[in-house]
């Protein structure tokens, strides 16, 4: 393992959506794997409830990328009941099994949005941090029975709250953390996809932050850092405001990448905080916080720094253009300085 060669890998997770249709070759030859999104579980039993392009995006596996399947997203509901018992969890195992084993899955991501919180207004339990434990120990050993090549990873927040990772770390590949929709709830204008704190407008919460809390139980080789194809943005009560500022309604409705693509091209000006490393728009009483070429660049350098195992975005759909997906490859793979195109954009 020494004598390995660093390669951070690139995860691409894709909503299964009429925006598939607008995804290139070329753009998905640059990812490592596909995170298929999403199956859904109803009474114990995981299921895809709508495949409309998967037959299309398992082709992508004959170009030599992996896909893997993610399970849940937010507001999935029935983890809590599927991992209750031993029998359960059976039952879910044996329909994620049929799964893999009818459309040639490379890997599963657990994206449960949270053990033991009702968050979205989903079932939960006091074990459930215990069972999600057990769950992964019992999947991975039907994995090693089935494909020992088979990935399992999980999809988690910016906080070592939640999964008992001391445990996780000893039967999950890969720990994608969601480093984005760090501002839903605040009323305060600051970044939703950061990658380190600005505690001078009062924010706390980071992609690094992240890192540093779940670095103490799982090794940096397993640790994925995620990027936003999207902006959050809220609104200010008038005019003149700035970073730091009190909004007067909350960073909860969003905006695709490419919409605020149209509108950089319409005259928008990017603002950039160079504490956090991350873009935001202020316009027309508006706060946007989003990931342009320029934060991506610094996630890299930071994953790369750092020796993470990678870098994770949600989700190509987002994003029309090919730009964000190249910006990762260019600083991730190629791994050499590169001149922006366009300044700040």
């Not at 090549?149 to 590949?173: M, R, W």
């Not at 890969?174 to 605040?186: A, E, H, T």
Request: aromatic share 14%; net charge neutral.
């Amino acid at each position: 393992m020494e004598n390995e060669k660093y390669n951070p890998i690139t995860i691409g997770y894709l909503y299964d959506s009429d925006n598939c249709q607008s995804i290139s070759i070329d753009v998905i030859s640059k990812l490592d794997y596909v995170n298929y999104s999403f199956a859904l579980i109803d009474n114990g039993r995981a299921y895809i409830k709508e495949k409309n392009n998967l037959d299309k995006i398992l082709k992508y596996k004959d170009i030599g990328v992996k896909i893997s399947l993610s399970i849940g997203g937010w507001g999935a509901d029935g983890f809590s009941e599927a991992v209750s018992s031993k029998n359960s969890r059976k039952i879910f195992i044996d329909s994620i099994i049929d799964l893999i084993k009818k459309y040639d899955f490379d890997g599963i991501d657990l994206d449960w949005e949270y053990p033991s919180v009702s968050f979205a207004n989903i079932s939960s339990s006091k074990d459930d941090i215990s069972n999600f434990v057990f769950l992964c120990k019992e999947l991975k050993e039907r994995f090693l029975e089935f494909d020992k090549k088979i990935i399992l990873s999980a999809a988690v927040p910016c906080s070592d709250k939640y999964y008992d990772y001391k445990e996780l770390n000893k039967l999950l590949d890969y720990v994608n953390i969601m480093s984005y929709d760090l501002s839903v709830s605040s009323d305060i204008a600051n970044h939703h996809c950061n990658l380190y704190a600005n505690k001078e407008i009062h924010s706390y919460s980071s992609a690094d932050e992240a890192v540093k809390q779940i670095m103490r139980y799982v090794p940096k080789k397993k640790i994925v850092i995620g990027i936003a194809f999207y902006g959050r943005y809220g609104e200010f009560k008038g005019k003149d405001f700035k970073l730091g500022d009190k909004l007067d309604k909350p960073q909860l409705s969003s905006f695709s990448y490419k919409d605020i693509k149209e509108m950089i091209s319409n005259g928008v000006e990017v603002l950039w905080d160079d504490i956090a490393k991350a873009p935001y728009i202020i316009s027309d009483g508006k706060f946007i916080s989003f990931d342009n070429q320029e934060s991506i660049k610094e996630k890299s350098q930071y994953v790369i720094k750092n020796g993470l195992g990678g870098l994770m975005f949600w989700q190509l759909g987002a994003s029309s253009t090919n730009e964000l997906v190249e910006a990762i490859y260019r600083f991730t793979k190629m791994n050499k300085t590169w001149q922006l195109l366009e300044k700040k954009v």
